[in-house]
């Protein structure tokens, strides 16, 4: 895919606020440069411009109406749009306009889509450097910033911005990936030869990965291991879930630290306050939120031993304590009252990725985060979505801008080793995992509290040695919402 015009540029050129209009026919590549960002409100923002997607027919759309396959893919635009850009030929066929929405497309043809291009903003944090040699830099990636161009983001990328920064002919070879909202540790390789290399052992399993998350309630201070399968239910949407026909996964969680709910006393101390509702008045004041009953929160270091997609969501989730802030798992407006503690034999997808797709367009998600005490009442109504108005180029609708919830979740990749000990790298805790103000807590992992402990132990059993999705669903319901150990 790549940005083109019909005629090459001759020179640099400075942005401007109103983008020229688009080709007619897109033959010649072209790349801005400098790249068009802006720095506003703590945001980095990108302005508007043209781009041409292009994309050989994949093995799943072959056969299919090209209106279809845009309705089904693609989540950045109304269904009005596609149809309107298929038939004024913004979408063309091999270079073509399509006689009708109804054309099917095979194999072998390519499909390009001329667009005025709004990028989302991302955190205007810089990219901290936690290494660097002759072959490898090791960052700090921030929150809500992605690795590689894709879907919305295209130069509000790491590998975007880090050229920007470096020097366009320079080119960055990511190592590992981390998803968009996720923070921490990530490697970049200098030259294909380092690249290869470090990617070679993360595929092979010798590197040993540790995340901090901040979850929900009071999480169990025993050694938890989650050995639900994890399945892939919307590729669109980003949705996964605990599922026992999913590909195998295993993690090891351990509790770093519980700070239960607080305020300051006479003397500036802080103290627990005493709940005395009986348990009907808690729930009648949930309104059947069972989470909401979860007090408190707790920093858990977790020790993934296999790689799968949203595999420490999906299973922070599935043991009651999902990530305070994670905007799909541990939303109640999707997952409902339970968030979905246990489940893994509902059959309500369709449900679910009904609710899910409306989110962040005329509702905000709900994620428990939105009553933390510790977010800011300004971010707790500050969310990204459609604003009503439309832009006055492509006619497109309209985002704010998003919240400082909104920008990332509380987790964060923050140790990569290799199993040999030859080499090994690590952040600190980031802010959100440290202590509150005036409360005792760990500002640093500790030894007691280290996950890979239990690696060796965990390796040689067999992933169906612990309990089934059945089995804790039953124990949770007896002890509701509490993790049971594998």
């Known amino acids: ?63 299919r109406e090209i209106l279809d396959i845009f309705a089904t893919e ?21 270079g073509k306009k399509v006689p009708s929405v109804q054309e099917c497309v095979k194999n072998g043809d390519i499909i390009s889509h001329t667009l005025h291009r709004h990028e989302p903003p991302v955190t205007a944090q810089p990219i901290g450097i936690v290494h660097e040699d002759n072959d490898m830099i090791v960052i700090n990636k921030p929150a809500g910033v992605p690795v590689h161009p894709a879907g919305r983001y295209n130069y509000n990328s790491i590998v975007e911005i880090m050229r920007a920064e470096r020097g366009h002919d320079w ?6 990936r981390l998803d968009r909202l996720t923070s921490g540790v990530m490697f970049i390789g200098k030259h294909a030869k380092a690249a290869t290399k470090l990617t070679d052992q993360i595929m092979a399993r ?54 239960p709910p607080h305020s300051p006393t006479t003397n500036g101390e802080n103290q627990k306050p005493e709940d005395t509702r009986t348990q009907e008045e808690k729930e009648r004041a949930t309104n059947g939120m069972s989470w909401k009953l979860k007090r408190g929160y707790s920093i858990v270091r977790c020790l993934p031993l296999t790689g799968r997609t949203h595999q420490l969501r999906v299973h922070l989730q599935f043991l009651g304590h999902p990530i305070a802030n994670d905007p799909i798992y541990c939303n109640q407006r ?23 797709s409306k989110m962040g367009k005329s509702e905000q998600a709900e994620a428990n985060a939105y009553h933390d005490e510790m977010v800011e009442e300004y971010n707790k109504k500050k969310a990204e979505k459609m604003t009503g108005e439309v832009c006055a180029v492509c006619e497109t ?14 987790l964060h990749a923050k140790r990569y080793a290799s199993e040999d000990g030859a ?8 802010e ?55």
């Open 1 to 63: 895919m790549a940005l083109t015009v019909t005629d090459p540029p001759k020179t640099s050129k400075i942005v401007s606020d109103t983008p020229d209009p688009p080709p007619d026919v897109v033959t010649t590549p072209c790349d801005a440069w400098p790249r068009p960002y802006y720095l506003e409100d703590g945001l980095r923002k990108v302005h508007p411009y043209h781009y041409t997607y292009n994309t050989y027919c994949k093995q799943r759309w072959r056969g």
């Open 74 to 94: 693609f989540r950045d635009r109304p269904l009005e749009y596609y149809k309107d850009a298929i038939e004024t030929g913004k979408v063309v066929v091999n």
């Open 171 to 176: 080119n960055p070879l990511p190592c590992n």
């Open 206 to 259: 010798t590197v040993k990965k540790e995340y901090i998350a901040r979850v929900i309630g009071e999480f169990p201070p025993e050694d938890i291991i989650c050995d639900q399968p994890v399945m892939q239910i919307s590729p669109k949407l980003g949705l996964n879930r605990a599922r026992a026909s999913g590909k195998d996964a295993r993690t090891i969680f351990k509790r770093l630290a519980y700070y």
């Open 334 to 356: 999707v997952f409902g009252p339970l968030l979905a503690a246990g489940d893994a034999l509902s059959d309500d997808d369709s449900e679910i990725i009904s609710k899910l």
């Open 397 to 410: 609708p309209l985002y704010s801008d998003p919240g400082e919830h909104e920008l990332g979740i509380y």
């Open 423 to 430: 080499w090994g790298y690590e952040t600190g805790l980031p």
């Open 432 to 486: 959100w995992a440290l202590p509150p103000a005036g409360v005792d807590g760990p500002v640093e992992a500790t030894k007691e509290t280290d996950p890979l402990a239990l690696v060796g132990k965990v390796e040689n059993m067999d992933i169906n040695e612990g309990k089934c999705g059945r089995d804790i669903e039953e124990d949770l319901k007896q002890r509701p919402l509490v993790a049971i150990p594998c």
